[in-house]
């Protein structure tokens, strides 16, 4: 199975939801832990505890897309995860004071260090189907878990933003957020990201929703 058929994409099988943290890139959920990486949770914490409110974008690639948001809307704070670790040197060397780049798993951010209600939007675009099994069990971003620890740390009035070009992946993405109501697609600037100019250039079709977390 690989992109060329991308509509033989299938989810894998729900796997059990650690005791405590989540299995991630970059150590997982317990990396933060050392002595050695405090200072970037330190870092982080400072970051988000200035007032405005708080954008993410998951996985931002090159980074355009975030840096034109943080720049236009510069009463926001923005902050911009990814796992590959020159992308988030480049980017950082040009990011204004109201954008936190950080090299880190999105899903250790969203399950043991981002506070509760403090997020505003959160944006996924394209996430990595992962075509080969055993990767898809094990890196695959959007799961039940982490959907529920973004429903944590969303204000009830936040909202996510999923795209993707993977028809079966929008499926399963909208089987996760079925709970959730649907939401108008956030405000965008005028840089579209990597995958976006691809899809556009290829004739590609390209699938999205935008969900508010459900109310208690």
């Given at each position: 199975m690989s992109r060329d058929d991308?509509?033989?994409?299938?989810p894998p099988a729900p796997t059990p939801r650690a005791a405590q943290g989540v299995r991630g890139a970059l150590g997982g959920s317990r990396l933060f832990e050392q002595p050695q990486w405090r200072h970037e949770r330190e870092a982080f914490d400072r970051f988000i505890a200035q007032?405005?409110?708080l954008d993410v974008e998951v996985g931002f690639d090159f980074g355009g897309r975030l840096l034109d948001h943080a720049t236009r809307w510069p009463e926001r704070l923005w902050l911009g995860l990814e796992v590959r670790e020159a992308r988030c040197v480049a980017l950082?060397?040009?990011?204004?004071?109201?954008?936190?780049?950080?090299r880190?798993?999105?899903?250790?951010?969203?399950?043991?260090?981002?506070?509760?209600?403090?997020?505003d939007r959160v944006d996924i675009l394209f996430p990595t189907p992962w075509w080969d099994d055993a990767k898809r069990a094990k890196r695959l971003l959007l799961t039940a878990q982490f959907v529920?620890?973004?429903r944590r740390a969303l204000k009830p009035t936040g909202v996510v933003a999923v795209a993707t070009d993977v028809g079966p992946y929008f499926t399963h993405v909208e089987a996760l957020f079925a709970g959730w109501a649907r939401a108008a697609w956030p405000p965008c600037g005028e840089v579209p990201s990597r995958r976006e100019r691809v899809c556009a250039r290829d004739n590609l079709p390209v699938y999205r929703a935008a969900f508010?977390?459900?109310r208690a």
């Open positions: 991308p509509d033989a994409w299938t007032p405005g409110p950082a060397e040009r990011a204004p004071p109201n954008l936190h780049v950080w880190a798993d999105a899903r250790t951010v969203f399950n043991i260090l981002m506070p509760e209600a403090r997020v529920e620890d973004l508010s977390p459900p």
